[in-house]
């Protein structure tokens, strides 16, 4: 559900003094369309003058605040007796909270933002996914001087009268005494209903809210001539609302101290315009009725806020009644009765009374509504009619008022016919007028339809046996039930919702009746017998026992209780339970169910068990031997406890045996682990088991393995554990012959050795050895360094490995150290020794390592590339050296890749390139003792293809051009001058909107080379309008038109109306309007440079609701003859058709018209009829299709 609820609020503050300041935040939603309550808590942001969060405040930035209360507010209105619809209901609460502000630079910002305005608010746009903004800043000087904010006197009325003018005393007080400048402001956005209430709010600025357009803005709030301002002095709101709808006004008063601004307080708040009616009393009578004493009048009260009815004289009344319309009696004797209706209003003095006087004549008129029915499907067709019993000359008037579901109709025919679906009643009031004696007959009756709409529903019961259960508690009143078999029924079978307590499980069966309409309902009763729930009486062995619900799901609270020899050992709750029985014998489960689902069931069983304590052991004899093929197994199964087997079932190796003897003897061929396992049952329904293996000892074929870890280098003897001969292989790192018993080796790599030794000259065994060698591979190479008597390298960083180096000269030890980064200086050049020590921490292996480092002084130190560009169009020659260069005794290679390969050699080169290329380009430069350097750079070689003539471009005057269509992506452009620009100036193809005549020049500029190209834009003038207009611009809707005119130079440019909806000719400068709704017209010129300029104007069309005062007819008229008021005519400026009838005192018809031009003259078949009150039935349609209806009275006066 998507929250629309935000009317208004606004956040002041008070100083405490010592930097704490008391917040106040009032907020107001709407109660009739709001969806969430008021924010709990809501979250005030506090943000510095940059916009930033500061959350050193409060709680990071946040002060979290809660409802303290919540009132309703009452719309209140300067007239008493004016009625406010019961749509306007606003609440309101006030959120109070301290926090501490220490002084800061720009002071604070307070922010609390929601979600969502009303969407049926009518002078901002979308205003559901607006939402609301409340702000309040505390300057610097405020919190320097202990400020409190001015605080506004009262919230404005809730509800305003449409055309009523308002002068509402808005302003403020300030407790500091500073003066207040008051003004309308924009009220501010908020949040959409996909992020509601952030917290905290998001970071100002906010936008102000988006006037919907003429005639809302800032300075006209409300639309209307007589728009909304406020006295900047006095804080007086004036204005006159001309428009029904809910409206968002914006306030602010500025607090001045000594001429600075130093607070704003801000208010927005939502104003409901609607129509301001007062209470009205009237009702339609007919003058006359037959013989009729219980009669029921049509209200045609507005605004009422009660009703009573009364029959005779006020003091001493035949009858009285509430309602809207109550049924009224009268004495059971014809004569006059006055029927007085007093409407409540907001106090007795806005009471309104209405009298008139009805006639019950003595005619007998007996009349019945007659009704036959169709055939019954989703839908029957009625057929009605008025059977008039009595013999009463005629003719007679019908008028039916039918009313089902949410649909009605009216029908003046005696008989009809009409299809009914999906209702179960038909309301028909039925009025019959006899012309002979003008009296009226009047019944009311609810006709039963006949349709079933439980047709075919069907119903699952379960209850415990020996239950009884109501079998169709949801039975429609309107439904006559038969149900069969009788078999268990306690009621007659006619019952709609008979109890039942059948035997067995049962399907009952309802046929359905209604009227002439037939159907069927089935209700299926399943029985639970309770008795029959029985767990085994026999469990085979202790431990655990799972029990379940004889209910299942459906039982809610169980409580399973377990006792042994009459003592309680556990309890357990739950539909599924287990419990552990921990000794043999005889035990008992009682089940309880606390909350039974099931109609009678009881709510305790008892379940009586027998534990069995049973066991069974398998001995086994055989015997073991080394290298043999086979062994023989004696097998018993010993069993322990009270059992008397039937058989054993032997499973070994897969195999399975049966034998009615607890020994088994097995003869074993195989591997060296045996398996063996025994199933014993009896006629208790248990089952014993055993299993065992045995290890035989049997050794066909034996392979033993080892792994073993030494350092490279490392002595070991291998050993494979067996006396015998055996051949050892490879041969590899040997230093023993390998065919002995138990040879020496010293590996220099993992390597795998294995043996083949004969044991007893009848098994083969098969010795395998892994052995993995440890070691650092520590490798180190001779440097030459060059140009520096630093020395720095790093050694590989290897887990688990730690370095110790020692530097040489020809002294000795020169300098040493444990990192892995080698890094010295010496003091002069020469050659050194380094020797570099590595252990492995782990394996405790040790490599040493050295080398010779030669530190040379050379004259490459410092070389570098120098390239040079020549030409851009067509040819570019591209120069390459070394710098510096031409050294003797140095050795310069050039290896050129990208786009081009080639080796070059020397110290200089100069290349010549016809298209672009990229090099990459590397020199190595060798001196004679051997020094080296590397140099490397890429280039990228680009030619510049543009035609460089001046372009020239034509445009009028406010369009956009591209200067460069045909821009090359791989050049950079740089524009001047920068004047005009919508693009950047270094965008290739920019955009420009000059508002002259503008020659432009880019610099086209590809790596190092650059040319120029110019551009020429001619701004071309627009057609000038000299005016637009309509006369009048203010219309009815399908009554007046209205002169467009527009004004143009030069004048052979052409024009054109834009919507032509409603237009003569919009191809003419002064065309005629008449369109049906409030339109923008916007007049299009073309000059003959094709130039485009455009004009609107509004042409307001007044679309006259189809209602009074708008439909008018006079409530009396004077026919005598004076040329004023002798015609009664129905008035109205937007009618399209209607239906004006006109009935007498006795409820006959004197009159009746459908053309405007034709009224009541006071006469009735020639003759003038005399004063009175004459009822009326009027029903209009309106052009465009709305409908207006209405009954009541009109005077004759003569």
């Avoid at 019944?443 to 439980?454: A, Q």
């Avoid at 359905?512 to 159907?519: F, H, L, P, Q, Y």
């Avoid at 399973?560 to 552990?580: A, E, H, K, P």
């Amino acid at each position: 559900m998507n929250a629309s609820h935000i009317v208004g609020g606004e956040i002041t503050y008070r100083c405490l003094g010592d930097n704490n300041f008391e917040i106040s935040m009032t907020i107001y939603r709407d109660c009739f369309y709001g969806v969430p309550f008021f924010d709990n808590p809501a979250s005030i942001g506090f943000f510095d003058e940059d916009n930033q969060l500061v959350t050193d405040v409060a709680s990071n930035g946040q002060l979290f605040v809660f409802v303290r209360n919540n009132d309703t507010l009452s719309p209140v209105l300067e007239n008493p007796c004016h009625v406010v619809p019961p749509d306007v209901c606003v609440h309101t609460t006030t959120y109070l909270d301290t926090v501490h502000l220490p002084f800061r630079e720009g002071g604070y910002q307070l922010v609390y933002q929601r979600c969502c305005r009303n969407e049926t608010i009518v002078n901002i746009s979308d205003p559901f996914f607006t939402g609301a903004s409340y702000t309040a800043t505390i300057s610097e000087r405020a919190l320097l001087e202990c400020n409190n904010s001015a605080e506004f006197k009262e919230w404005p009325p809730l509800y305003i009268c449409l055309n009523e003018r308002i002068e509402f005393d808005h302003s403020a007080i300030d407790p500091d005494g500073d003066s207040l400048v008051y003004r309308l402001c924009e009220p501010l956005s908020g949040v959409a209903f996909n992020n509601p209430r952030p917290q905290p709010p998001n970071n100002p600025p906010y936008d102000p809210v988006v006037w919907v357009g003429d005639p809302f803005s800032l300075t006209n709030m409300l639309g209307g001539d007589d728009s909304l301002q406020i006295d900047p002095h006095t804080g007086l709101l004036t204005g006159t609302p001309t428009i029904i709808g809910q409206f968002v006004v914006g306030i602010c008063v500025d607090e001045y101290r000594d001429g600075e601004l130093i607070s704003t307080t801000f208010r927005d708040f939502q104003y409901n315009v609607g129509v301001c009616s007062e209470t009205t009393s009237s009702f339609f009578a007919a003058q006359n009725y037959c013989n009729q004493f219980e009669l029921q009048f049509e209200n045609l009260s507005d605004n009422a806020m009660g009703h009573f009815w009364v029959v005779g004289d006020l003091e001493e009344p035949y009858d009285t009644a509430t309602g809207f319309e109550p049924v009224l009696s009268f004495p059971e004797e014809s004569g006059d009765y006055e029927v007085t209706l007093i409407a409540y209003g907001n106090t007795v003095a806005c009471n309104d009374t209405f009298t008139r006087t009805v006639s019950i004549l003595d005619i007998d008129f007996e009349v019945e509504i007659g009704v036959d029915r169709g055939e019954c499907t989703d839908s029957i067709e009625l057929d009605f009619s008025a059977d008039i019993l009595s013999d009463l000359p005629g003719p007679n008037q019908y008028r039916w008022v039918v009313e089902w579901g949410n649909s009605s109709t009216i029908i003046t025919d005696s008989l009809w016919s009409m299809e009914f679906g999906g209702v179960r009643t038909v309301n028909v009031d039925l009025r019959i007028i006899n012309q002979e004696f003008g009296c009226w007959k009047v019944i009311s009756e609810e006709i039963p339809t006949g349709l079933i709409f439980d047709d075919g529903a069907s119903d699952y019961l379960f209850i415990c046996s020996g239950t009884e259960v109501e079998l169709y508690p949801d039975f429609d009143t309107f439904n006559t039930y038969i149900w069969s078999p009788e078999v268990g029924l306690l009621d007659p079978p006619d019952t709609p919702n008979p109890r039942v307590m059948p035997e067995e499980n049962t399907l009952y069966t309802a046929e359905v009746i209604n009227e002439s309409c037939r159907g069927e309902v089935t209700v299926e009763v399943e029985i639970f017998d309770q008795d029959a729930f029985e767990e085994p009486d026999t469990i085979c062995a202790m431990g655990l026992v799972t029990f379940s619900s004889p209910w299942g799901e459906d039982a809610t609270s169980l409580n399973w209780q377990f006792f042994r020899g009459g003592s309680l050992f556990g309890t357990r709750t739950g539909d599924v339970v287990t419990f552990n029985f921990f000794s043999p014998g005889d035990w008992e489960v009682v089940l309880i169910d606390r909350d039974t689902t099931y109609p009678g069931c009881r709510p305790e069983l008892t379940i009586p068990l027998h534990i069995v304590d049973l066991d069974v052991e398998i001995q086994a004899e055989w015997e073991t031997g080394r290298c043999i093929d086979s062994l023989d197994a004696q097998f018993t199964a010993e069993i322990i406890g009270d059992f008397d087997p039937g058989q054993y079932l032997w499973i070994i190796q897969g195999d399975t045996f049966e034998t009615a003897v607890p020994e088994f003897d097995y003869t074993f061929v195989g591997n060296a682990e045996l398996r063996a396992k025994v199933l014993i049952p009896n006629d208790l329904g248990c089952e014993l088991g055993d299993e065992i293996t045995i290890e035989t000892g049997i050794e066909q074929e034996v392979f033993l393995f080892d792994s073993i870890e030494i350092c490279r280098g490392d002595t070991i003897v291998l050993d494979a554990g067996y006396d015998g001969d055996r051949i050892w292989t490879p041969s590899t790192y040997f230093t023993t012959a390998d065919t002995i018993a138990n040879p020496i080796v010293v590996p220099q790599s993992s390597i795998v050795y294995t043996a083949e030794v004969e044991v007893d000259s009848i098994c083969t065994l098969f010795y395998e050895v892994d052995i993995l060698t440890r070691g650092i591979n520590l490798e180190l190479e001779d440097l030459i360094v060059c140009d520096t008597l630093v020395v720095f390298f790093e050694l590989p960083e290897l887990d688990h490995v730690s370095y110790y180096w020692e530097v040489k000269d020809g002294d000795g030890i020169f300098t040493s150290d444990s990192s892995h980064i080698i890094s010295f200086s010496v003091p002069d050049s020469g050659i050194y020794e380094l020797e570099v020590i590595a252990t492995d921490t782990v394996f405790g292996c040790v490599e040493i390592a050295s080398a010779e480092i030669r530190i040379l002084e050379s004259v490459i130190a410092g070389m570098q590339i120098g390239t040079e560009l020549v030409g851009c169009l067509d040819t570019v020659e591209f120069v390459l050296n070394a710098d510096p260069g031409d050294l003797p005794g140095v050795e310069y290679i050039w290896q050129i890749s990208g786009d081009v390969d080639m080796t070059l050699t020397g110290a200089e080169h100069l290349l010549t390139f016809t298209e672009a290329v990229f090099l990459q380009i590397e020199l190595t430069a060798t001196d004679s003792l051997g020094c080296r350097i590397v140099e490397t750079t890429e280039v990228e070689v680009d030619l510049i293809t543009a035609d460089l003539t001046i372009d020239t471009m034509e445009i009028c005057l406010g369009d956009t051009v591209r200067l460069n269509p045909d821009f090359n992506p791989d050049f950079n452009y740089i524009w001047s001058p920068a004047f005009g620009f919508i693009d950047g100036i270094n965008d290739p193809n920019p955009r420009v909107s000059p508002t002259e005549t503008t020659l432009y020049t880019t610099q086209i500029v590809s790596g190092d080379c650059s040319v120029e190209k110019q551009v020429l834009v001619v701004v071309l003038p627009l057609p000038e309008i000299a005016g637009i207009s309509a006369n009048p611009d203010r219309i009815v809707r399908y009554q007046e038109s209205s002169g467009l005119l527009v004004e143009f130079n030069p004048p052979e440019s052409e024009v054109s109306w834009h919507p032509p909806d409603g237009l003569d000719d919009p191809g003419v400068a002064n065309p005629e309007a008449m369109p049906d709704s409030t339109t923008t017209y916007t007049a299009t010129v073309t000059s003959p440079d094709g130039c485009v300029n455009s004009a609107s104007v509004v042409l307001t069309v007044v679309d006259l609701p189809c209602e009074t005062p708008y439909v008018f007819l006079p409530n009396a008229f004077s026919p005598n003859g004076d040329g004023e008021n002798d015609v009664l005519y129905l008035r109205g400026v937007d009618i399209d058709r209607f239906e004006l009838i006109i009935y007498n005192r006795w409820g006959q018809e004197v009159f009746r018209t459908t053309e405007l031009d034709r009224g009541w003259d006071g006469t009735f078949k020639g003759e003038d009829q005399p004063t009175g009150a004459y009822g009326y039935y009027l029903d209009v349609e309106c052009i465009g299709g709305d409908r207006f209806s209405r009954q009541g009275n009109v005077n004759l006066i003569r």
